[in-house]
């Protein structure tokens, strides 16, 4: 990280912000609304996986995990990128959901006509989450957290913490 310019790791930082606040607000939106649910997003799910998303909404237990874990989910991603804690799991967090929304909703010719859910955009492999997903790979293999972020700060303190000896 050291070899790196002022102006690449001042991007670097910004790039890890802008996706932690990304994924802090869009967990909090649905945190806070008591009624959202991920069920038209699972129900509405296309391509080879869409059976496996769509037995995952059928069954009422299973939705509520997984509602749970996409709320916190991104919340915790949200706040490991934002205060430069635990980044490499975070990306790595957020890399893996990024994932499960690409594989429900792949961005393949003609997709568009058969979502229910309205789509920004026409997106032809190509689209926002595989673009997050790079982003989010590029953080994990130039890490920010040690210079600018909690991670630096705790591994110094613990560098620095006196041993004891009996």
């Known amino acids: 990280m050291n070899s790196n310019s002022n102006l690449q790791r001042f991007w670097l930082v910004a790039l ?6 990304h994924f ?3 967990g909090l939106v649905k945190v806070l ?14 391509g080879w996986f869409a059976s496996v998303f769509h037995s995952m909404a059928s069954n009422a237990g299973t939705l509520s995990v997984i509602n749970f874990l996409n709320e916190w989910g991104l919340v915790l991603i949200g706040l490991s990128l934002i205060l430069g804690l635990l980044t490499r799991l975070g990306c790595i967090g957020g890399i893996l959901l990024l994932l499960l929304y690409y594989l429900s909703h792949p961005p393949f010719i003609g997709s568009e006509e058969l ?3 309205p ?3 026409s997106y032809l492999w190509i689209d926002r989450n595989l673009i997050e997903i790079a982003a989010l790979a590029t953080l994990y293999v130039f890490p920010t957290s040690k210079t600018f972020g909690l991670d630096g700060l705790l591994g110094n303190l613990l560098k620095n ?5 009996h």
């Open 24 to 26: 802090l607000y869009e």
């Open 115 to 117: 979502f229910m859910m």
């Open 161 to 165: 913490k006196p041993t004891q000896s």
């Open 16 to 21: 890890r912000l802008l996706i932690g606040w």
């Open 33 to 46: 609304n008591p009624k959202w649910t991920s069920l038209g997003y699972l129900m509405d799910s296309q």
């Open 119 to 121: 789509r920004e955009g």
